[in-house]
């Protein structure tokens, strides 16, 4: 159980330096299914960029003002 700990701490060090973050990395960061992200993202309440049919970016400093927001 502590390797899986240690293992998601590194994922997230590592995603916490990107500018742009997929859907898998921001539901990582949020601690929420990838399902309920896109949600967010078609509801609006998370601000994404559709580059292309199935290639959506989040900018890393949307995430925080999301998370800050409902903190």
Known sequence: MEDS????????????????????????????????TYRLVEEGSLPAVNLYERLIRIKRSELDKVVTQFA
Request: glycine share 4%.
């Open 5 to 36: 700990r240690v293992l998601r701490l590194g994922y997230v060090e590592q995603i916490n330096s990107k500018p742009y973050l997929t859907v898998k990395e921001a539901a990582a960061l949020l601690n929420i299914s990838v399902r309920s």
